[in-house]
């Protein structure tokens, strides 16, 4: 079974800098793509990069560009998102998806960041 | 890139049947057949329901039906249930290898 694990919810300060995961199981991880989706408090999704977890070939939104960095750790089948100094705006709520083929077919259960001072 | 159009809230009755439309331009919805619509229940994660215009997952009730013509893609709600009602995303694959989503559809049923 398709699994995507993230990693749970987190509480920072504005400036603080933060990570958070995504794990997949039941797939042959290094063979697809995975995405990063951002969703603001009762608004809609916003497609944020995509890594792929096979060499780490990364693509970015030019809305997220320079904002968020995505990585991969293949030795332990994860992605990662991460900040280096975290804003209020950026509270919301995170998925990680995988990529097959052009279709985001599963997805984890996302994970809630709330910064606030 | 703005985000595809889609309406903001359509409503139906049960067994009736409803349309989401999903506008993009050709360098999107109309340029690629890679468009998927997602069903997001409140405090849940979205559920893929339609892949490359047209096709459904495994598990997925054939109630939902896609469709695309020129830069519009479509998704149709048969036979509408109570259990429908969600938050609707259409997305497409774009020219500059990113993914776009539309503002997304509130579906009430009556």
């Known amino acids: 079974e398709v699994q995507l694990v993230q990693s749970g919810a987190e509480v920072k300060k504005p400036g603080e800098s933060l990570k958070i995961s995504c794990k997949g199981s039941?797939?042959?991880?290094?063979?697809?793509?995975i995405g990063w989706v951002r969703q603001l408090p009762g608004k809609g999704l916003e497609w944020m990069g995509i890594?792929?977890?096979?060499?780490?070939?990364?693509r970015y939104s030019p809305s997220f560009q320079g904002q968020v960095t995505i990585s991969v750790d293949k030795s332990i089948n994860t992605a990662h998102l991460q900040w280096s100094s975290l804003k209020a705006s950026d509270t919301a709520m995170y998925y990680c998806?995988?990529?097959?083929?052009?279709?985001?077919?599963?997805w984890g259960q996302g994970t809630l960041v709330t910064v606030s001072s | 890139q703005s985000a595809l159009t889609q309406p903001a809230s359509v409503s139906g009755s049960p067994g009736q049947s409803i349309t989401i439309s999903c506008t993009g331009t050709?360098?999107?919805?109309?340029?690629?057949?890679?468009v998927s619509w997602y069903q997001q229940h409140p405090g849940e994660g979205p559920r893929l329901m339609i892949y490359?215009?047209?096709n459904r997952p495994s598990g997925v009730s054939n109630r939902f039906s896609g469709s695309k013509s020129g830069n519009t893609a479509s998704l149709t709600i048969s036979g509408l249930q109570a259990e429908d009602e969600a938050d609707y995303y259409c997305?497409?694959?774009?020219?500059?290898?990113?993914?776009?989503f539309g503002g997304g559809t509130k579906l009430t049923v009556l």
């Open positions: 490359e215009v047209s």
């Open positions: 998806a995988r990529r097959a083929g052009y279709t985001y077919d599963y």
């Open positions: 039941g797939y042959s991880f290094t063979s697809y793509w």
């Open positions: 890594i792929y977890s096979g060499d780490s070939d990364t």
């Open positions: 997305s497409s694959h774009t020219s500059s290898s990113t993914l776009l």
């Open positions: 050709s360098s999107d919805v109309g340029g690629y057949n890679y």
